[in-house]
């Protein structure tokens, strides 16, 4: 089945240890996004890829980063992780502006 | 700014009736609506996707509609089981930025 895959689905760090989280895709979906979301609340939007073109929110913190070296694969980078940033990372994929579908998730643990 | 508001934040209900959960948006210039379900501490299923030149979407025992001028949308689950228990979220794609703004769900408990 054509799906949307997150590597690891969790994640434990130490305080300002860098981590890599990984998405990769089978739909052969042209944008990929990453979205964070804390307990109880919304997913927020961390930046997105249009193809090759990277699209980075206003209000994404510079400790965030990311890579899309082919059409399947993406990664987030936290280049040192604060106590703030634990929480769910979502990886999503879609056909320009259709449906978006969504792994199911990396929980990152800050120690 | 787009702004998705989800009402109720929360709602138990005993299985098998019908129920609604309502979705409104700011902004009526949108690409599309999705409806999604979220099970504690997992991803995003996607339900539904709603054009903006369509008014409803039907997929088993989940109907979805969209109102674009009155900024509205309505998901309708006919049946309710204890499996339908779980967090449901509107979303809805809109602006130049091309980005999906979330409302912040309406927790299901659907009581056996």
């Known amino acids: 089945d054509a799906m949307v895959i997150q590597n690891p689905r969790y994640q434990v760090t130490q305080f300002g240890k860098p981590v890599t989280l990984s998405c990769s895709q089978t739909l052969n979906h042209n944008v990929m996004y990453w979205y964070q979301q804390k307990s109880s609340q919304a997913p927020k939007l961390l930046f997105h890829?249009?193809?090759?073109?990277?699209?980075n929110e206003a209000d994404t913190p510079d400790n965030f980063q990311s890579r899309r070296p082919n059409t399947s694969f993406c990664f987030l980078d936290i280049r040192s992780p604060g106590l703030g940033d634990a929480a769910m990372y979502l990886c999503a994929t879609s056909r320009d502006v259709q449906a978006q579908f969504f792994g199911p998730g990396t929980r990152l643990t800050v120690l | 700014k787009q702004e998705v508001t989800q009402i109720p934040a929360a709602l138990s209900v005993p299985e098998g009736e019908n129920l609604v959960l309502n979705c409104s948006f700011t902004d009526s210039a949108i690409y599309n609506l999705q409806w999604f379900r979220q099970d504690p501490g997992k991803g995003l299923t996607s339900l539904l996707l709603i054009q903006s030149s369509q008014r409803e979407q039907t997929s088993g025992r989940l109907n979805a509609s969209l109102d674009k001028s009155s900024g509205r949308s309505t998901l309708y689950i006919a049946a309710s089981q204890p499996g339908d228990s779980a967090t449901y979220l509107c979303?809805?794609?809109?602006?130049?930025?091309?980005?999906?703004?979330f409302g912040s769900g309406t927790q299901l408990t659907v009581l056996p």
């Open positions: 979303a809805v794609f809109s602006g130049s930025a091309r980005q999906l703004t």
């Open positions: 890829y249009y193809d090759k073109d990277f699209n």
